[in-house]
């Protein structure tokens, strides 16, 4: 049963303008976010994903912008009667600086980063953050806030939360601050969280409590996660649609079991077969790799993005024709002209 | 592209378009200071203020051609004569022509205060020349000539294009003659420190411990005391019976003294930050000695740093001399330098009757101006890895 | 305590048959390094951060080895006491030389040190940092045999060429610079300055963690690769499991700079006998979503003990879910549970502890 689109993109282009040339970031991408369900997006460094999420927010860093598509957020709002009814924006079309957008972050679309610390403020404590993401989109009064802060930062596995409200980012450890980022980021009851790799910076068992905690907060929130990171594993555990990314263009998207049980697109059939995997790799044969590497972002190939090093290289065709999104079935797509039907 | 998996080596497998190859290769080979031109060249600003560094520079080799007088003559009979405006064309029947010209000057005496005054007049007309035959001097002290650069066709006839001072000694030549001693003073100060700097910051950083420790507190000690009233007792303690060269290179002595501490915390920090680098660390385990990691590695790669650092603190020291001497207690005449022009301007009736005595102040604030841009833009480019 | 494992150790590579037909190349023995806490005027120490404290282990000649744990577990610093980056607080590595003599490294002089330098090489993790920016290739790569008056001029550069060629880079390339090539190809060229010198045991440090998945198989299979055609040893550091069991023959855990078990990889990963192995396996996430739901996850508490004030007794209790009244009060000894492995539990006999099998997993 497909829940309702919460964010749809359309042909999403955000591009950078440096001096050295324009840096096509983003190129032309489509997916969809549901409701209460978790995407996840994968791929390598300088594919876009963090662009991609960025841009969903208007928060992609100078000199870089959209230049073209849609991101359609229907925002869902409760009427006087009680019943749902949803209004849809296009946050493409927002101005980055405006008022509309800034109502939307924090408020029905929140964020969570890599290095918490970076993110946090260094000289206010934990509970004044948090206070304060309540405040600027509530009118709850200064002691409401700071009881409702208490109960997130317990509700998020701080222990002993009264106490930790007057301690320093810097006095917690990287998995309690990420776990400060979640509390903030649930503050005010988003529709969608957007999490860029979150567990990349801590360590394999602060990882699996991260997680966790998501699936959790999940299942009592009933937020829509929209998970950017580059480890399978992690996309297994958690995603129920993905989409698979290379420079700047989506390879391929469906749900979580056809990704990893029937890939189409030869670049997730070859990144799954090159990662080591617990108890599979014991009887150590060798990883079967891609050659060659991700191309310079100033540089990129024509036509297919993955043509340099795809095993199923067409000449005449993959360097020519920038593949098309191929339907598979519902919500499942892959760009690859291997599965053009003539 | 120039990998391809270990097992099957080479087939061209990306092939970019031979142009683009071709400058994706200068850059691969590029050394550093290449990658710091290129990025250095791209700041306008510091560009701009690179030029007019030079600029200075140049006017400060060649002050003896360039000054139409020298700035010791005296002429008690043209005191706080005004600026003389250089008029390129000459008005005659014909219509305008070229013939550089100034406009001389008549005394008017104030009935009441019976004050002399120099003023224009628009009647008298004094003949300009370029490359004119002038006060003989010798150049760099090689070889003897009297050509100037510009000046009056008439040796007895001065002329004042910025004007003159209180004993009718031109302003114009004495500034360009001031540009020699402050720009060098500046120079030789951050060379000066710049050695204390490096040999006191590398011992500190690369020791560590006690060392270091003693070498950081004396830094914030010397940096403790106030500069003004620091550098006035040291110079106070210069004899005044000096011969004025020595009292030059006295002075210079005197601003790196305190000049040296800000630059021996940037080569400390740099030590510092270095000696922990991955690449720092592999050369050791290469078998290097510390000399060549040192040498090879880490000097390498502060020395940029260092250079762009020694061209902020230029400025610090070219205001440091203009300050001591416009207090009286740098250098002094015969010596000219900006801060020496400056102490002119020190009360307000000279200010009020001669306000041109004030453009010396334009030369050290052009100075000024121009090093901390070309510093700004050294400094961007200093570091041309940043991911 | 030390005595002990060390007895225990002693008695595991005699009985171990596998390992007797090999020779020990390091043997690592009651190793410490600890980071003085100084504060105030006169740095006075007023603690120390007990980073490796007092590890012993074997790596056997042409074997892969394995150094596992959390950041801050102390596998780096083990790693580069063992390179003699770092002066050792306590300790000896034995290190067997090419007449077969075994040397202790630790005392040794930097003078000393250099005729070892050769022979035991360190890959980087950081392939940004660990080339200096301002050197072309072949200077990166040549400087070594440079220093140890290996070779010099032409035959210098074609040495440079052969080992670009055999690490997978185009040798016309030389004299670029590194910021002409991408973190894989650095990478290489950082494999290629450690196999310079024709090494013995190369010290591997998270060599494979900062880069993309694509890339990362490569690395790893040229790291294999190479381990055949120059008869190398690797003693490789990382945090990731699932590298570690592709990669190593036997691994060595730590927490809070002690070893809580060692083991073949096969047996660690399938019968781990510290709860913290198991709590480390159960951590890496499957990448197969069919699996997602089929274990509990095990889900530690709290974070990783402070190594400058570690808890009492075992250091693992407070995060441990089989913890007993003993586990505060004794330190756990690391001694042979099986022929082979070793642990630091006082219940590795009685705990059953799940591993990671093979069975249900993706084909």
Not at chain 1, 173 to 183: C, D, E, F, K, N
Not at chain 2, 93 to 98: I, S
Not at chain 2, 280 to 290: P, Y
Request: charged letters at 20%; one cysteine or more; aromatic letters at 8%.
């Amino acid at each position: 049963m497909e829940s309702p689109a919460l964010i749809e993109i359309k042909n999403l282009k955000t591009h950078f303008f440096l001096d050295e040339g324009t840096v096509q970031a983003v190129n032309g991408v489509d997916f969809s976010i549901h409701q209460h369900k978790t995407l996840c997006v994968v791929g390598e460094s300088g594919c876009g994903k963090s662009v991609t999420a960025r841009s969903i927010l208007q928060i992609v860093d100078q000199p870089g912008r959209i230049v073209e598509g849609e991101i359609l957020f229907h925002r869902p709002s409760r009427s006087d009667n009680g019943s749902e009814t949803t209004e849809t924006i296009d946050l493409a079309a927002l101005n980055p600086r405006g008022r509309e957008i800034r109502a939307i972050r924090g408020q029905d679309i929140s964020m969570i980063f890599q290095e918490p610390m970076t993110s946090l403020s260094p000289i206010h404590t934990v509970g004044n953050q948090v206070t304060e993401a309540i405040k600027l989109h509530t009118d709850m009064l200064d002691d409401e806030a700071k009881e409702h802060s208490i109960e997130l930062l317990r509700r998020v596995g701080i222990p002993r939360p009264e106490e930790r409200f007057d301690t320093y980012p810097f006095e917690l450890s990287g998995g309690m601050r990420q776990r400060v980022m979640i509390a903030m980021a649930l503050s005010c009851n988003p529709a969608l969280l957007i999490a860029d790799e979150p567990t990349t910076a801590v360590d394999v068992t602060t990882q699996a409590q991260i997680l966790e905690l998501l699936e959790e907060l999940q299942d009592e929130f009933g937020m829509a996660i929209m998970l950017i990171t580059h480890d399978l594993g992690v996309v297994a555990e958690m995603a129920d649609d993905v989409v698979v990314m290379y420079l700047g263009q989506v390879a391929e998207r469906g749900d979580v079991d056809s990704i990893f049980h029937d890939p189409k697109h030869p670049y997730t059939q070859s990144l799954l077969k090159s990662i080591p995997r617990l108890g599979v790799s014991r009887n150590r044969q060798r990883l079967d790799s891609i050659r060659g590497m991700v191309p310079d972002p100033y540089n990129r190939p024509t036509g297919c993005m993955f043509g340099p090093r795809c095993d199923h290289f067409m000449p005449g065709r993959c360097d020519a024709i920038n593949p098309p999104a191929i339907p598979l079935g519902p919500g499942r797509e892959v760009h690859c002209l291997l599965y053009e039907e003539e | 592209m120039a990998v391809t998996d270990a097992k099957t080596l080479p087939p061209e497998t990306v092939s970019p378009g031979a142009v683009q190859a071709e400058v994706e290769s200068s850059v691969s080979v590029a050394s550093q200071w290449q990658l710091m031109w290129w990025k250095f060249r791209k700041h306008r600003m510091a560009m701009a203020g690179g030029i007019v560094t030079l600029l200075i520079y140049a006017i400060a080799l060649f002050v003896e051609f360039l000054s139409p007088s020298s700035p010791g003559v005296i002429r008690a009979d043209y005191t706080w004569a005004p600026p003389q405006r250089l008029h390129f064309l000459r008005q005659t029947e014909e219509g305008r022509r070229w013939d550089p010209y100034v406009n001389g000057y008549k005394v008017e005496i104030d009935p009441e205060a019976l004050k002399r005054t120099f003023v224009i007049d628009e009647e008298q007309v004094v003949d300009i020349g370029f490359f004119v035959r002038g006060e003989p001097y010798k150049m760099w002290g090689i070889w003897e000539t009297d050509l100037h650069l510009v000046g009056s066709t008439d040796v007895e006839i001065p002329v004042y294009f910025l004007g003159a001072d209180r004993m009718g000694r031109d302003l114009l030549s004495s500034m360009i003659y001031g540009t020699r001693i402050s720009m060098s003073i500046g120079l030789l100060g951050v060379f000066l420190s710049f050695f204390l700097g490096i040999l006191l910051g590398g011992i500190s950083g690369f020791f560590g411990g006690t060392v270091d420790n003693l070498i950081q507190r004396v830094i914030e000690f010397i940096r403790s005391i106030p500069t003004i009233p620091l550098w006035m007792g040291l110079a106070a303690a210069l004899p005044t019976d000096w011969p004025p060269l020595r009292i030059y290179f006295g002075i210079t002595i005197i601003l790196s003294f305190i000049g040296w501490t800000g630059l021996a915390r940037v080569v400390r920090g740099r030590f510092l930050s270095l000696r922990t680098e991955d690449f720092v660390m592999s050369a050791r385990l290469d078998g290097a000695s510390e000399l060549t990691t040192i040498w090879r590695h880490m000097v390498p790669s502060f020395f940029s740093h260092i250079i762009a650092s020694l061209t902020l603190s230029i400025p610090g020291m070219i205001l440091a001399e203009t300050s001591l001497s416009f207090l009286g207690l740098g250098l002094r005449r015969p010596v000219v330098s900006w801060g020496v022009l400056l102490q002119e301007a020190q009360n307000i009736r000279s200010v009020a009757t001669a306000p041109w005595l004030l453009i010396p102040g334009l030369a050290v604030l052009v100075a000024v101006l121009a090093l901390n841009f070309l510093g700004d833009g050294l400094r961007d480019a200093a570091d041309p890895y940043n991911r | 305590m030390s005595a002990q494992s060390t007895n225990g150790f002693e008695h595991a590579t005699e009985t171990n048959g596998s390992a007797a037909a090999k020779d020990v190349l390091l043997d690592v023995r009651n190793l410490r390094k600890w980071f003085p806490i100084t504060s105030g005027f006169f740095r006075r120490t007023v603690g120390q951060v007990k980073a490796v404290d007092d590890i012993s282990f074997q790596v056997l000649e042409g074997e892969t080895v394995g150094l596992v744990g959390e950041s801050g577990c102390g596998k780096t610093t083990a790693g580069r006491c063992i390179l003699r980056a770092y002066d050792l607080t306590a300790g000896q590595i034995l290190y067997r030389d090419h007449d077969r003599k075994m040397v202790d490294l630790a005392p040794l002089t930097n003078n000393e040190m250099k005729p070892y330098r050769q022979q035991v090489r360190m890959i980087f993790q950081d392939p940004f940092n660990s080339l200096n920016p301002r050197m072309p290739v072949i200077d990166i790569v040549g400087d070594p045999l440079r220093i140890n008056k290996v070779a010099a001029g032409k035959e210098l550069e074609d040495r440079v060429a052969s080992l670009l060629a055999r690490v997978g880079l185009r040798p016309e390339y030389m004299r670029r610079y590194p910021h002409a090539f991408s973190g894989g190809e650095r990478q290489r060229i950082g494999i290629a300055r450690a196999l310079a010198l024709d090494p013995r045991l190369v010290v591997a440090d998270e060599a494979v963690s900062a880069l993309d998945v694509s890339v990362r198989a490569q690395i790893l299979n040229l790291i294999k690769d190479l381990q055949e055609d120059f008869n190398l040893t690797y003693l490789f550091v990382s945090h990731d499991l699932s590298v570690i069991e592709y990669i190593c023959d036997r691994v060595v855990v730590m927490y809070v700079g002690k070893i809580v078990e060692v083991a073949e990889t096969e047996e660690l990963f399938a019968q781990p006998l510290h709860p913290y192995t198991e709590a480390l396996l159960s951590a890496v996430p499957n990448p197969d979503p069919r699996m997602r739901r089929q274990k509990a996850r095990i889900v530690l508490e709290g974070d990783v003990a402070d190594p400058a004030n570690p808890p009492s007794g075992c250091y693992f209790h407070p995060r441990c879910r089989y913890v007993q009244e003993r586990c505060s009060q004794e330190t756990p000894a690391l001694r042979e549970i099986s022929p082979g492995h070793l642990a630091a539990c006082h219940y590795a006999e009685e705990l059953t502890l799940a591993g990671v099998t093979a069975s249900g997993e993706l084909g």
